[in-house]
């Protein structure tokens, strides 16, 4: 039988729900630490370690973070889940989405898509349901859902041209390795890699197939032998990023308009969210100009993958990376833009919580947490008392950003209330849920 981890994340729903029953159980909870990871994603678009939206509830609880946030790809399929898993295990938490979109203003300009320019990863943050499927925003989830089937498909096409014999069925192949059918490249690279393991399944001829398809010697090929998150990464490259024989340089039509985006999500009351690479590419290299232009688009936060911004041993290296992040987060900071950090989990390896204690990170711990706090206040808030960050209300009632600020970091600061406190709530009317929650971030106690 399977440990409660495994039925953790589990495909079927039911099975996760009692797992999490048994983990609650079993306690052993640390105290919350001053560590958060706000960006996160589950297996409804690709974890590193194949991890459910309760299993990573679960697993930052006990690593005691202070709050977590689930973000998949074009979807929200995670979210219902991953609020119950984190109002039962008492974890603050929020709910994103990650896509790429095309930003008109900078479509001349690599941004924070290598090798793509004006291809930009955006994020809406703070969702509390997910929008009715006749909705605007609704068919727009759909419909990011269904163009990126579509490129998945023209994309195996492509690569199957290539790859003969081996022939790759996407909807028997890749589909199955998702919970609910939102395939990206990583499903389709181990797809890919599965195949060739149960066609080949004499090493050396595998080796050979690879090689002569992907113009690459033995030597190279048996180094990632035994190394299969190695081999993984190195397959992805050679088959569909840039370069790769699946590769096709993407146009403005490609993906959906930022504007339309962040219109989207702002129907849904979230946050609208910037996302931020490392500024090694053009448009990057201003961050003043950029936040500017994405704030007069009403993008109201931004968010960082610290450690790809900080964490390399050779030194000069690492004192760019860091002077470009500290330029950012001043940038950010000078406009009263709350910053999102977490570590993303779409690859093996990658770490389950930022190193806060890391000299680059110290000198921004505060504006980090509070901007998870305000991810989490605005989570709250819009839940039981229907105010959302965004809301020209909220803006009414605090003109200055900074007192806006403020007052949904008190919120968010409070400790993940236990189910007699959010009972309470649910029956109270959004006035008296307001009230009751401001008093509460004041005095910072329920």
Known sequence: MLDYLQRLSSMEPDMRGL???????RGGFPPASERVNMHLHSFFSYNGEGWSPSRIAYEMKRLGVYSAALCDFDVLHGLPEFLEAADMLQLRAAVAFESRVFFEEYADQEINSPGEPGVFYFMGMGFVEKPAENSEPGQMFAELLSQSHQRNRELV????????????????????????????????????????????????ERLQFWSSKLDTPIDRLQELVGNVNAALEFLRGKLMKRGGLGYVQPSAETFPRLDAVIAMIRQCRAIPMSAWLDGSLPGEHNPEEQLQCLLDKKVEAVNIIPDRNWNFKDPELQKQKVAALDRYVAAATALQLPINVGTEGNKPGQRLVDDFEAEAMQKHHEVFMEGAQIMVGHTRLLRYADLSYIDDRAKTMFPQRQQRNRFFAQVGALPAPELKIRLELEKMSAENALDYLSEAGTKQAW
């Open 19 to 25: 797992a999490l029953k048994e983990a609650l159980q």
């Open 157 to 204: 096409a492509r690569i199957n041209s290539r790859l003969e014999p081996l022939v790759l069925d996407y909807e028997k192949n890749v589909l199955p390795l998702t919970p609910a059918g939102n395939a990206t490249e990583r499903h389709i690279t181990q797809a890919f890699y599965n195949l060739a393991q149960k066609r080949f399944a004499n090493e050396n």
